[in-house]
């Protein structure tokens, strides 16, 4: 399913609405999510905006799924965690996304998002620094 009206991720893609980028190629984004259930917590998209994961032609899923792999790595690496963390819900944002979330413990995964809380841009940006490729 391809949407008419942008997303706020496809909005994102142009630079509509500011973001902390980890990762750009042409076919894939990945910045970090604003409300993060862990430090780190990534969002992994394709730049076309298709609702669905499942609905991405071939090649851009291949794409996003080679972006995901990517930046997984580097989470791991720079964060030192044991765990990133891989789920693809879809439901909130009509924009097909993976999420990555960095973990140790299962307790830090099965944290609740407080989307009502306030960004803390300068956390944020100070993380990027540390992951951007």
């Known amino acids: 399913m391809i949407m008419t009206e942008d997303s ?8 509509e609405v500011p973001s902390h980028k980890v990762y750009e190629d042409d076919k894939t984004l990945a910045f ?10 990534t969002l992994v998209i394709p730049k076309k905006q298709v609702v669905y994961v499942w609905d991405l032609p071939e090649e851009d899923y291949q794409a996003l799924m080679m972006t995901t792999l990517k930046v997984a790595r580097r989470l791991r690496e720079v964060l030192g965690v ?3 963390g891989e789920r693809i819900i879809g439901v909130h944002v009509p924009h097909a996304h993976v999420q ?24 944020l940006e100070t993380l990027v620094k540390k992951l951007a490729f």
């Open 82 to 84: 044991t765990y990133i």
């Open 32 to 41: 970090l999510e604003i409300h993060p259930i862990q430090p780190g917590h």
């Open 100 to 123: 990555l979330i960095p973990f140790n413990l299962v307790e830090e995964l099965n944290v609740q998002q407080d989307m009502s809380a306030e960004p803390n841009h300068q956390a």
């Open 8 to 15: 706020i991720f496809t909005k994102i893609v142009k630079g």
